[in-house]
């Protein structure tokens, strides 16, 4: 008795891969065995399990929850909603009657409708890096608990809408009835929360692709990439809106237009949302991460907070929050943390409703707040395959050489480097054999010269950016 999972499955934040070639119901069944036995081994005994509207997403959570009752957990099942309920039901314990040891949410986030995969929480903390290499060693080696769970079911989607709701507490309804939005739930897990979301609002919400459709017939769930957003402009634009959200597969991040059709980008949002909560909580530390605009770490500092830079990725945001007590983090990815008057967890839905609730506290429509930040030019992501042996040696390699040059720079999550350009960063993607740059500057001319200075150690490295690789 024993499996063996496909190694590339196993990320550094969760469990992902493609269904039908290195993931299916076997690791699924696995996986629950391991996790239960894990829960179990730390003195609990109960396991929350949600999914979201993928069409392999019904199949893997009835072989999770056989594994997991295999091994002795008993399981509450909160069935399809975004990966924020789940952490939500976790989180609230007994106000819901869901009080577990930990959580699992089946779920294949922003990417294509064949993959699919796992997030998980362990005694309220993310569960990530050597925890998912210990299933592995569990699975392997066929250890795990033997027993007889239970399995109970518990319906959560309105308390969870109504906490979500709450986002825009002491806050007047009038204030907030002269705003007009678009949504976009992408066919996503969110479209059901959300239609009964937008019920409970002031204003006026004008919602797209609300039904659960695990093809995604519209568009690809990833608001991150522009492209994907043409729907939700389109909206904007045609009934002169004041600004439109949009949510990835499992509306654990958030995207956002403008009035005017500009994308607010993760870092911009973040500092939106720190300029709004210093001025309740001045001196408050907020986190970015590696990949965040200067801008947003220099508006944090302007407005009284503290700018904490940080490692790129869902479950050290969170692990950083729990150790500085920060109040609101966020990464350039657009995924928001809030812990002032939330869970610490990254949650689109009550991020946009903080959105609204930000732009009324602020004064100023949410076109305003974009118009007025910085033009800073920067390129997107660039993403590029470097073997898996060689890319977190390349950046030791780089670090050395930034070193022995006395060049300015942090080494938190790969390298950072700051010139009179502006800053330049490479890194080591956790969870795929890529090397990730990003660069930006105030001029063009600047952009160029940070651009040329990656490309110049990469080739000291013996490498250079390949073509663009996908996430």
Known sequence: MSHRFDPTILREYDIRGVVGRDLGPGDAHALGRCFASVVRRAGGGKVAVGYDGRLSSPALEAALVEGLTASGADVVRIGLGPTPMLYYAEASGEDVGVEVDGAIQITGSHNPADHNGFKLVLGGRPFFGADIVRLGE?????????????????DVLDAYVARIAEGIAGIAPEALSGLRVAW?????ASGPALERLTARLP???H???????????NHHPDPTEEQNLADLKALVAAERLDFGVAFDGDADRIGVVDGLGRVIWGDQLLGIFAEDLLARLPGAIVIGDVKASGALFDTVARHGGQPLMWKSGHSHMKAKMRETGAPLAGETSAHIFFADDF?????????AVRLMAATVRLGRSVTQLRGAMPDMLNTPELRFQVAESRKFAAIDEVRGRLAEAGADFVAIDGVRVTTPDGWWLLRASNTQDVLVARAESGTAAGLERLIADIDAQLAASGLRRGPQAGH
Not at 207 to 215: H, I, S
Not at 343 to 351: K, M, P, R, S, T
């Open 138 to 154: 569990m699975a392997a080696a066929g250890d795990w608990d033997e027993g007889a769970g239970r399995v109970e079911v518990r």
């Open 184 to 188: 976009d739930a992408g066919n996503g």
């Open 203 to 205: 204003g006026e919400h």
């Open 207 to 217: 919602l797209l692709f609300t039904e659960v459709d695990g093809t995604f017939p």
């Open 343 to 351: 869970y610490g967890f990254d949650d689109g839905l009550y991020a």
